[in-house]
């Protein structure tokens, strides 16, 4: 059995609503899809994402749920217990959503789709980064769809900011491949083309 890893998670009111942020962890691949998952399988709304990278190389990466504040030590050991599940591996992130056959069915349900949806992939003029930029409406899973995309297709998350308002969601993202190699022409039509199935 694998010890289990070290990172904080507080939970903090902000006014309607909590401010959950995950730091002390070193940067590795798939966190945010992993916290995604976790909040997904906990019915916590996502209103907006901030990552970033800290200097000594760990994540501060900062989501806005709609939580209600009490029993808020009872939420968070079970966020708690369930990430250091899929931080250690212990099961995939997939596996885990299906002990809850509700949550799993809704994941694989047919969208509707929505036709104002956009989405623009094009590289940083200062980096090999790329920037992901998703508008579309808001749908339940919609942030653990878009970053289990990008997990599967071995694309890295360096920072994202996601607001969301009106029902209508901003995801803008910076990333490159998982070994640090920028997104080449056909990785950037394949992650599209993704893309437009899921949002």
Do not use: W
Not at 48 to 53: F, G, L, N, S, V
């Amino acid at each position: 059995m694998q010890s289990n890893l070290v990172f904080s998670l507080t939970l903090a009111p902000e006014g309607q609503q909590t401010l959950l942020t995950f730091s002390g962890f070193p940067n590795d691949f798939g966190i945010i899809y992993r916290i995604s998952a976790v909040l997904y399988f906990h019915d916590l709304s996502i209103y907006r994402i901030h990552a970033e990278t800290m200097a000594d190389e760990t994540v501060n990466d900062t989501f806005l749920i709609d939580a209600p504040f009490e029993n808020v030590s009872i939420l968070q050991k079970s966020l708690e217990s369930d990430l250091q599940r899929l931080f250690t591996k212990e099961i995939a992130v997939l596996s885990y959503i299906a002990e809850n056959e509700s949550k799993m069915k809704t994941l694989r349900s047919r969208r509707t789709g929505d036709h104002n949806r956009r989405i623009e992939i094009g590289p940083c003029m200062d980096s090999n980064f790329t920037q992901i930029v998703i508008e579309t409406q808001d749908k339940t899973g919609l942030i653990l769809e878009v970053t289990q995309v990008l997990y599967l297709l071995y694309i890295d998350i360096a920072s994202t900011d996601t607001q969301t308002e009106n029902n209508d969601v901003r995801i803008k993202i910076r990333a490159r491949r998982e070994n640090g190699e920028s997104l080449n022409d056909s990785i950037r039509e394949r992650l599209q083309e993704t893309l437009f199935k899921v949002i």
